[in-house]
């Protein structure tokens, strides 16, 4: 599992996963992905275009950033899933924690504090 990190505008955090993020994949990104994705203001999209597979280790660790976001009043915006990660990450309502997108475009859109 790889892992780069940037900061664009407006103080967004963005994450590019790529690869496996299954349990080994979630132990090597981990520490690293919590504190990206938790330093303020704690407004994050995170490219998953990259990742073939997902399992429920990978899956905890979206959940916890992104309930750790919103307890700060930020938000984590997923974009990019496969047709098969998507299917899994809606299979298990992940959209009723944190917003799924198509695009980073409209993820950045979710992102953005309102003016």
């Known amino acids: ?34 504190a990206a994705a ?3 203001p704690c407004r994050v999209v995170v490219d998953l275009s990259g990742v073939g ?4 280790l990978g899956m905890r660790l979206l959940i916890a950033s992104a309930r750790n976001a919103k307890a700060k009043n930020g938000v984590m915006v997923l974009f990019g899933a496969t047709a098969m990660v998507f299917d899994v990450l809606e299979q298990m309502a992940i959209d009723q924690i944190m917003p799924i997108v198509a695009t980073e475009t409209q993820a950045l859109q979710q992102a953005r504090v309102p003016d």
């Not at 597979?53 to 429920?56: D, G, M, P, V």
Request: glycine share 12%; hydrophobic share 45%; aromatic share 4%.
């Open 53 to 56: 597979f997902i399992a429920s």
């Open 38 to 40: 938790n330093r303020a």
């Open 1 to 34: 599992m790889d892992m780069d990190i940037s900061s664009l505008e407006g103080g967004i955090t963005c994450i590019r996963l790529r690869g496996r993020l299954d349990a080994p994949g979630a132990d090597v990104i981990g520490v690293r992905f919590s």
